[in-house]
């Protein structure tokens, strides 16, 4: 928490370093800021003297710290980190046989690094899974693990089923948020218990863009509170470039996705087999683009400039904003094609 005033003289440096610490751990880390000429008692009962001031406030029964080192993203995160206790097992030659035998129906994530020690991504990751995954590590000095993976670079993160012909591979940048994402598809199709729902039943949740109809709306969009849904409204399958867009958007809007409380989640319809779902949002063709907020109170807003990444860009910077002017959909929405 970065607590601060206007005119400190010092804050703009360390509101930089915040952004980057935001963009870079984000999902590791909630990052905030308090200004304390708005926020003047919150800042008193924080005990913030004087600004800008630096507290860390690390998961209970650990104290709140203030922090006085170097005001780099990288130093705030080195302190920070030593609060993250994860729950990953070292794997070894003697041991990783019966790690990997053990509890046979959940997924198991293992990540192949030459360094020392355990990555703070990779424990905040144990963390986030705890109840659905669990976690290992291996270095080259393990050999026998790194053969039976027939690991040939480091690092390498793979997710391992029991049921699977081989592991699936993390082939990604390593950050939090897309590491998440991509485990996230695997522990979403887990069930406890020791059954398992798999993604051949539901592929749409493997899919950079999913389409949308009635099996798929729930899983995507429609089930998330306070999600921006994005729906191409196409008559095939989005386009590379689409695609691509869908991908790079919703990373650019990341470090405001936390404070502003939404989600962005890109989908396509088929507006071959929907055109009645299609035809409530006003004004939209194919290929087209709408936001649509989803819940008791159906809100759209229709995209009218070019599918580019800029223009779609600024249209979801004025709806973070609070500045997207939205349409209400009277009546509800129209059923959507069922694809049984």
């Not at 695997?186 to 069930?191: D, G, H, K, N, R």
């Amino acid at each position: 928490m970065h607590f601060f005033r206007q005119y400190d003289g010092k804050s703009k440096k360390v509101a930089d370093e915040f952004v980057k610490l935001s963009e870079e751990w984000q999902g590791v880390y909630v990052v905030a800021a308090v200004d304390c000429d708005i926020y003047e008692g919150l800042c008193e009962k924080e005990d913030v003297r004087e600004t800008p001031m630096i507290k860390i406030y690390p998961p209970f029964p650990a104290p709140i710290s203030t922090y006085e080192g170097e005001i780099t993203a990288k130093e705030i995160s080195a302190f920070a980190s030593r609060y993250i206790t994860g729950n990953v097992i070292e794997l070894q030659n003697d041991n990783y046989k019966a790690w990997l035998e053990d509890k046979p129906s959940v997924p198991k994530v293992i990540l192949f690094t030459e360094n020392k020690g355990v990555p703070t991504i990779f424990k905040a990751l144990s963390v986030s899974f705890q109840t659905k995954m669990v976690f290992g590590l291996a270095r080259p000095e393990d050999n026998e693990v790194v053969s039976h993976f027939k690991v040939k670079k480091y690092p390498t993160i793979l997710l391992h089923r029991s049921r699977d012909p081989k592991p699936h591979e993390y082939k990604d940048e390593m950050k939090f948020r897309p590491i998440f994402n991509f485990l996230n598809v695997f522990s979403e199709t887990f069930v406890s218990g020791g059954t398992e729902e798999g993604i051949e039943s539901k592929p749409w949740k493997a899919a950079a863009v999913p389409e949308l109809f009635k099996q798929s709306a729930d899983d995507i969009c429609f089930k998330y509170e306070g999600a921006l849904c994005a729906i191409y409204i196409l008559n095939d399958k989005p386009s590379e470039d689409l695609v691509a867009i869908a991908k790079s958007v919703p990373d650019k809007f990341k470090s405001n996705i936390a404070d502003r409380g939404a989600e962005i989640k890109f989908m396509w319809l088929d507006i071959t087999k929907d055109a009645s779902f299609a035809s409530v949002f006003e004004g939209v063709n194919s290929p087209g683009l709408v936001f649509l907020k989803h819940g008791k109170r159906n809100r759209y807003i229709v995209h009218t400039e070019a599918l580019s990444e800029k223009e779609i860009s600024q249209v979801v910077d004025k709806i973070m904003g609070g500045d997207g002017k939205f349409s209400n959909i009277k009546g509800g929405l129209p059923a959507l094609s069922d694809r049984r």
